[in-house]
Each structure stands twice: as structure tokens, then as C-alpha cells.
């Protein structure tokens, strides 16, 4: 159980364009869902936090106009990097807490696969 | 400001001793902890937790001990096989007093199992 889904799993695109990420628990409730981006060699950087069906929480210093989060559902929440750029160029990965269908919490996050985004 | 490190960038063992992976943390009012291993281009997958009410939690062949006094945690793997060889990141949440349970996480250890 607790499988977390991310889709692209890669993605280039020009820049000035805008790209979508997915990301979907699979198998519970994802009441909680977090995005990270990593750079190469570096830790997980916290960008946001969502609850499902109310606006997302960023962390200091990240543009909340550029990284549109949505949790519209339970199950899915999307990221999206507006006119991104090259500096945008990153590993993308989500995160989410939530119950089991037996009500159960969940206190650890589940990771997806992340996604890798090269904007040229 | 970096409110949990990893001071040792990565690790060395042979196969069948035991891996010692260490972090630290500033923040007193963190209240659980969690270890992560990751592979290159994928998520981290967790591993072991454990929270502030405990100084030891063992599931398998890998142990993390607390010490909060020091605010030091450490994974300890027993016995190291070469399939542990990873990104370990250890992380830490306000989880209980916040609800939020955002994780803050140290910069990794990479591990290297040699056979």
C-alpha cells in the first residue's frame, strides 16, 4: 500500500512555456500533499504544502504565481511551473500523508517517482 | 540556516559490517524523525521512524537511535548488504504540534556497500 504516482516521469520544453506535473495516491486518501524540488547533489527543498480543497502553503522564497499547486481531489494534486526557465531545470518531487480506507493515518509521507524537468 | 545536517557526504562499508549513518538537528521542538533511502532519478522510499517519546526503534536489520539531549540521530544497518548502497536522508517534522507534518530534510549520505 501507500503508492504515490508521478507523471511526466521526464519533460523538456522550451522556455517561456508552462508544464504540468501529476502526482496521485493511488492506493489512500491523500489529505496532505507536498512538493519538493531537488537539485543535483543537494537535499529535498520543501516548495509547498497542499491540503486538499484549499490553497497551498508556500515556503519562503518560493513564487507562488510561477508553481501553481491544485488539490482539487483526494488523489490527485498538480503542479504547475508557469513561463518557466533553465534555472526552473529540476528534479520535481511530490509527497503525501492521508488515511487508508480503514481510517488508519498515515504519519510518514509517501514519496513519488519524481519528475526531471530540462527546460532549454 | 539548516536545521538538520548530515556532516559525512558519504560512506564506505564492507558488506556484512555495520553502517553507522549520523545527522543532527537544531530545531529542540522537532518531535519525530525519519529515515529516507534514495536512488538516483527516483523518490525517496522510507525507511524507519521514530518519535521524540523513544530513543530506539528497530525494524529489521536497521535501528535508529535517538538522542535528544545531544539532538543526534543515527541509522545503524546490520549487516550491510551490497543493495543498501543509497542516498540515505534523514529528516525531521514538527509533526505533533504543528499537524502539518512538513518534513525538513538534511542533505544526504551516500552510502557505498563494497562486497
Known amino acids: 500500500g501507500a503508492v504515490v504516482s508521478q507523471h511526466p516521469s521526464w519533460v523538456i520544453c522550451k522556455s517561456g512555456t508552462s508544464v504540468k506535473i501529476e502526482c496521485r495516491s493511488l492506493d489512500f486518501q491523500a489529505t496532505t500533499m507536498f512538493w519538493y524540488r531537488q537539485f543535483p547533489k543537494q537535499s529535498l527543498m520543501l516548495m509547498a504544502t497542499?491540503?486538499?480543497?484549499?490553497?497551498?502553503?508556500?515556503e519562503q522564497g518560493v513564487e507562488k504565481d510561477k508553481f501553481l499547486i491544485n488539490h482539487a481531489s483526494l488523489t490527485l494534486s498538480t503542479l504547475t511551473v508557469t513561463s518557466a526557465h533553465p534555472e526552473d531545470s529540476s528534479f520535481y518531487i511530490c509527497?503525501?500523508?492521508?488515511?487508508?480506507?480503514?481510517?488508519?493515518?498515515?504519519?510518514?509521507?509517501?514519496f513519488g517517482p519524481g519528475t526531471r524537468l530540462t527546460v532549454l | 540556516d539548516q536545521q538538520v545536517k548530515q556532516n559525512s557526504p558519504s560512506l564506505s562499508v564492507q558488506e556484512g559490517r555495520i553502517s553507522i549513518l549520523n545527522c543532527d538537528y537544531t530545531n529542540s521542538m522537532f518531535d519525530y524523525f525519519l529515515w529516507y533511502k534514495k536512488y538516483p532519478a527516483e523518490g525517496p522510499t522510507f525507511l524507519i521512524s521514530?518519535?521524540?517519546?523513544?530513543d530506539k526503534n528497530e525494524d529489521g536489520r536497521f535501528t535508529v537511535f535517538l538522542n535528544k539531549s545531544a539532538k543526534h540521530l543515527s541509522l545503524h544497518i546490520v549487516p550491510s548488504q551490497p543493495g543498501d548502497s543509497a542516498v540515505y536522508f534523514c529528516a525531521a517534522s514538527l509533526l505533533f504540534s504543528s499537524n502539518t507534518g512538513k518534513l525538513i530534510f538534511g542533505q544526504g549520505t551516500t552510502l557505498q556497500v563494497k562486497p
Open positions: 497542499s491540503n486538499e480543497g484549499s490553497k497551498a502553503t508556500y
Open positions: 509527497s503525501a500523508r492521508g488515511q487508508t480506507s480503514g481510517g488508519t493515518d498515515y504519519n510518514e509521507q509517501f
Open positions: 521514530i518519535s521524540s517519546i523513544k
